[in-house]
Every structure is written in C-alpha cells, then in structure tokens.
C-alpha cells in the first residue's frame, strides 16, 4: 500500500508512520473502564503496565484518565490531572519508559499540562469539538493531535445513534477538526484522524466504517483506529457463539480481525489494549499490504 506520509518525529522519538503500522497502547488511569483494564490512581501499576507494553512492542503509550466508556459522566479537571500526571512524569523520568506519549482528554488545560510534563501527542475524542483552545496548546509544544469523531457525549453517544450520510458526515466532522488545528498552528503531518469506532455508532455503523476506512485518506492526514475490545465485536461473537456477551477480556481474536481488515484498508496506527497480540497482527498485515 503506497503512502505519502513520513515519519513522525515527537521530542527524541521517531514514530514509522508510512513504514508501517504503529501500535499504540493503551493506559487507563481511571477507577472504571469498559475494557475491564482501570488501573485507578495507582502509578506503580501503570509503569509497570507501560513497561510490559514496551517489551511487547508497542510504539507509543495513550494514558486516559476519564473514562468515555457509554453512559460515562466527565470527571472534574482537577481529579483528571490528578491521575494523569504523576504517570506522564514517571514515565519520562530517566528511569521511565521510553516510548512516546499521547494523552487522552478533551480539555486544553489537561493538554497543557500534560506536554509541559513531558508528553507528546493530545488525543482528542471530540475533534475540538469540546475545547477548540486544545489546538492552540498543542501548537505552542509543536506536539501532534489525534482528532476523533463522536456523535454526542460518552453519556448520550449510544442513545439511537442516526446518520443520514454516515462517511459524509464523519468526514466533515474530521475536516472541520483539522482546519481548526491548522488555523491554531498545528502543522498538517502532526495531525491524525479518527473515525471514532463505537463512539456513536450502532454495529451497523462500525462495520460500514471499517469497510470504507480508506475513504478517509482524502482528508490528508494518518488515520488511527481503535477497535479493541468493543461492544460491537461482543456482540458479534455473542451472535455467532449463541451465548451472552464475551467479556472485554475475550474479544482478543476478534479485535485481531478488525485490526487486520483496518489495515489492509488503510489504517496508519492502531490503539489497543492487548499489545502483544496486536503487534502479531499488524506485522502479518502490513507483510500482506505494505508493497
């Protein structure tokens, strides 16, 4: 799959966008979850985490400290910081873990303080929606944005989700987040998109959103996926097991097939739970695709 992004350079950390698919851990500093891996506020737990990651392959770590899962309310800004800071700078001491780091959060003072301790990237779920000043700090710190799509809040995401043009209207939402970003200073090869998998989609929506993901190559930008452990996969292998739902923990297969179809579409980076099975994943895809 020919490409014309390049490496991105995040501080002292060269991430091989283009090169192949990069694998982003994920870090849930929260007491809840829907993936059943909350670590709370507990930092020894989330080093230790993030050093299995490391060891696992993965090429960056994204540490969230509100939960978006469906139905979730927003934590205050004081409690959010309060889980994710002291993680940021134990990670970049010189006995830390040497990878990239994305934050997870949805407001610019959050985002602000997390690149002043060290971080790399700011993951917005509401592609500025929420807190357009988001773009405007990430420039300051020539740091690098993920913008996501959502229809609503984590709180009302999942009630009826309806699109008229599902693709259409994914694409402006991303459109609209990037000129956004462009006009605060961010610069176009720092800016990621994505589709926002389970984020205001019914199973419906986010299979027509992994079928049509190389659609969003218009928008110029690397497009990240996030699959892991979804409802949406449950639900599948609830279907065709004829039982209850899997729990989060059991959705590891089938998280793998919408990994490797994300990437024979198109996928640039992949966020996931389970690092070590995504990096077998990915590297047998790209073997596939990457020509």
């Keep these: 799959m020919n490409t014309t992004f390049q490496p991105?350079?995040?501080?002292?950390?060269?991430?091989?966008?283009g090169q192949r698919t990069v694998v982003m851990g994920?870090?849930?500093?929260?007491?809840?979850?829907?993936?059943?891996?909350?670590?709370?506020?507990?930092?020894?737990?989330?080093?230790?985490?993030?050093?299995?990651?490391?060891?696992?392959?993965?090429?960056?770590?994204?540490?969230?400290g509100q939960s978006t899962r469906p139905g979730s309310d927003p934590v205050p800004v004081e409690e959010e910081l309060h889980r994710v800071l002291p993680v940021i700078e134990r990670l970049v001491a010189p006995d830390g873990v040497p990878l990239p780091l994305s934050v997870d959060t949805n407001r610019a003072s959050v985002a602000e303080a997390a690149l002043q301790a060290g971080a790399h990237m700011?993951?917005?779920?509401?592609?500025?929606?929420?807190?357009?000043?988001i773009a405007g700090v990430v420039a300051k710190y020539n740091a690098a944005l993920v913008l996501m799509h959502i229809l609503g809040t984590p709180r009302t995401m999942q009630q009826d989700p309806h699109y008229d043009d599902l693709l259409g209207e994914v694409k402006q939402y991303l459109q609209e987040g990037i000129d956004k970003a462009l006009v605060a200073g961010v610069k176009k090869d720092r800016i990621w998109v994505d589709p926002g998998i389970g984020f205001g989609k019914t199973i419906e929506h986010n299979l027509e959103l992994l079928r049509r993901l190389g659609e969003l190559k218009s928008l110029g930008c690397p497009?990240?996926?996030?699959?892991?452990?979804?409802?949406?996969?449950?639900?599948?292998?609830?279907e065709a097991r004829g039982g209850e739902l899997p729990p989060p923990g059991e959705r590891v297969v089938g998280t793998g097939a919408t990994l490797a179809i994300s990437v024979a579409n198109g996928a640039d980076i992949v966020r996931v739970h389970d690092v070590a099975h995504a990096v077998e994943v990915v590297r047998v895809a790209d073997a596939i695709v990457r020509i």
Aim: glycine share 12%.
């Design 122 to 133: 700011i993951n917005d779920i509401t592609g500025l929606r929420d807190d357009p000043d």
């Design 8 to 17: 991105l350079h995040l501080g002292p950390y060269t991430l091989p966008i």
């Design 223 to 238: 497009i990240l996926v996030g699959t892991s452990r979804k409802g949406f996969i449950g639900r599948i292998l609830a």
């Design 26 to 64: 994920i870090i849930n500093v929260t007491p809840d979850s829907f993936s059943g891996d909350a670590l709370g506020d507990d930092v020894d737990a989330a080093v230790a985490q993030a050093r299995r990651m490391q060891a696992e392959g993965a090429d960056m770590l994204d540490i969230g």
